[in-house]
């Protein structure tokens, strides 16, 4: 099972790593976003909760997210044209378990993601952002779950969809809303009263605050803080649901019609 | 080793599609160790049967047995007894070959020993040595189908399903997997169920299936199949292909089938045909471009049993194929 999963999810950062323009776009894309919109703002900024926060160093987890959001869109869409005419058909008739190959399909989806977002995390001590070694630890694991969230969350949506524009349309009306109202550009708490609720139902929104907080709060003050622990739990909640999701559809199989119709 | 009874498939329709049977309570039988080619027309369902056996489509009734195991209830003993070898490539073009041949051992459980031991037999009927550690997609298309084969060699599995797999090979290649296959099989006692257009593949299989519009039309050793056409036949071809049409079912009094051009007497002993010959050329000289006498190969048992001929698109077989609402 864990040689399994190994394995796929090996083949998901080895077919990356050949594709230098997706590990340069990867990359390069959020980096130029935060830099232009986070350098486009008053850097006079000042967020409830977070004051003296400039707008660059309040972006950056946004920027994160969306660095997250794309990884697992680009991994799950290879999903849609592998499952009736490529390389997973041979997988799926396979003796493994189906968990082993969603755990394998969205653990090398995932592991990409964090790998990605840690370099850019390197860009954090240039604006001034600088965690402890304890903070650094809680934003690591804060990467793995959102990661592991939103490579679930792309698996479950696009297995069983049958064309990739599909997929292209279901990402701009429902994945793309989700990061933008997550407090990836603007705060939660000023937000009016509609948006507002939108935001703290959204999944994206408590991903966000593993993120960011640990800038800002040692993890002692983190441990006391009753936001943070609700953000983990939704956090959890939101990958263990959409895990589960995404076995289901795997398990399931495309079943005939019943047979009325059919010639005597 | 795999046993159907009353299979049949519809699949869903959609708003502008409506359902369509594409395998109609169909029941077969293939004992452990057979070579089974299955055959018939484009559309006929063949692919469908396949992704049923694979475990990866639910038929809308009828039963499937697969080494002894009851496909939907137990399919994970059904599918370590299975290889499978998809229509449409299955391989990761991004990896080598090598890589993709160790995923797919990994994926059933095999070790890295058995891999390298394994290693020459998947691959010694192949052109992929020398080149195992290239990317499969800067290969040819039938080296890349070579892979495929390859793949599933490896695993050895009892049951092997190949879903048209010498697509794209050339006739050297073609023949050289067959020969392999044929090969392995006996050495192994392996169970294989192929389906091929190519009616030379069919020649060598123990029985060869013909599927049409879902159904199963016939079942049969090549030699039966054969028999059915006759031991010979005599082919003319005429100037005027209508009008010698009627003449030499009038004049020979039997039955006289039309392909394309060609004006055919099927059915007949060894040894009739040239007392034939010399009737058709004695009274119709004039009309007749050229005459022979054949032994019927597999391709002449599909069109006559299909009804289906080369030069006629639409024979009766695009009308059976149709489902009746
Ligand atoms: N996913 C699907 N949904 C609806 N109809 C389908 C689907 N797949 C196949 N069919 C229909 O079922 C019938 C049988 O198709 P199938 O692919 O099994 O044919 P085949 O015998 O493999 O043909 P070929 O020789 O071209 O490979 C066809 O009429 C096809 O249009
Ligand atoms: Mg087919």
């Keep these: 099972m864990i040689r399994i999963v190994g394995a796929l999810a090996g083949r998901e950062i080895i077919r990356f790593l050949r594709q230098p323009n997706r590990v340069a776009g990867s990359i390069g894309q959020p980096l130029l976003f935060w830099l232009f919109l986070g350098s486009g703002f008053s850097p006079t900024f000042d967020a409830p909760g977070l004051e003296g926060v400039t707008y660059m160093q309040y972006f950056l987890p946004g920027v994160l997210m969306m660095l997250m959001l794309f990884a697992s869109i680009f991994s799950s869409i290879t999903i849609i044209e592998d499952r009736d005419q490529g390389f997973l058909q041979g997988v799926l008739v396979a003796p493994v378990p189906r968990v082993a190959i969603v755990l394998g399909k969205v653990g090398g989806g995932a592991a990409l993601a964090v790998g990605q977002s840690l370099i850019l995390l390197v860009a954090a001590p240039f604006v001034g952002l600088v965690p402890g070694w304890g903070g650094l630890a809680l934003i690591l694991g804060a990467f793995v779950l959102s990661a592991l969230g939103f490579t679930t969350l792309g698996f479950a949506v696009a297995w069983g969809m049958r064309s990739t524009s599909g997929f292209h349309a279901v990402m701009m009306v429902f994945l793309m809303p989700l990061w933008l109202l997550s407090g990836a550009l603007f705060p939660v708490a000023t937000a009016p009263g509609w948006l507002y609720a939108l935001m703290i139902v959204n999944p994206v929104t408590h991903a966000l605050r593993l993120v960011r907080l640990p800038f800002h709060m040692t993890p002692g003050e983190l441990a006391a803080d009753p936001a943070y622990l609700a953000a983990l739990a939704v956090t959890a909640a939101w990958l263990a649901v959409c895990l589960g999701l995404s076995v289901w559809r795997v398990r399931r199989v495309e079943t005939g019609v019943a047979p009325h119709r059919a010639p005597a | ?325």
């Design chain 2, 1 to 325: 080793m795999i046993t159907l009874q009353g299979l049949t498939h519809v699949y869903p329709g959609h708003r502008k599609t409506p359902p369509h049977a594409a395998v109609r309570d169909l029941s077969l039988h293939v004992p452990a160790g057979e070579f089974c080619v299955l055959t018939g027309p484009n559309g006929s369902g063949k692919s469908t049967l396949f992704r049923i056996l694979c475990g990866t489509l639910t038929p809308s009734a009828g039963r499937v047995e697969i080494a002894g195991a009851d496909l939907f209830r137990q399919p994970d003993a059904a599918r370590r007894a299975l290889g499978v070898v998809f229509q449409s490539p299955a391989v990761d073009k991004q990896l080598s070959v090598r890589e993709n041949l160790r995923l797919h051992a990994t994926l059933y459980g095999l070790g890295r020993g058995t891999l390298a031991a394994r290693l020459g037999e998947a691959l010694e009927w192949s052109d992929l040595e020398g080149r195992l550690d290239q990317r499969v997609d800067t290969l040819s298309g039938g080296l890349a189908r070579q892979v495929e084969l390859a793949k599933c060699l490896l695993t050895r599995p009892r049951l092997l399903l190949l879903d048209e797999p010498t697509t794209g090979l050339d006739p050297a290649s073609r023949m050289r997997f067959l020969k392999a296959l044929h090969t392995l099989q006996r050495q192994r006692d392996m169970t294989v169920l192929m389906t091929s257009h190519i009616f030379a593949e069919a020649e060598a299989a123990d029985r060869v299936a013909v599927m049409m519009g879902g159904h199963l039309l016939a079942l049969d050793s090549p030699g039966a199949l054969r028999d059915r056409v006759g031991r010979e036949m005599l082919v003319v071809e005429a100037e005027a292909p209508d009008h010698l049409h009627a003449a030499l079912a009038e004049s020979l009094g039997r039955v006289v089938t039309r392909h394309g051009d060609e004006l055919r007497l099927e059915g007949l002993g060894r040894g009739d045909g040239l007392a034939l010959l010399e009737q058709v050329l004695a009274e119709h000289r004039d009309a007749v471009r050229s005459v022979a006498i054949r032994r019927p190969d597999l391709e002449d048992v599909f069109v006559h049993i299909t009804g289906r001929d080369p030069g006629d698109a639409a024979g009766p077989a695009a009308e059976a194929a149709e489902v009746p609402s």
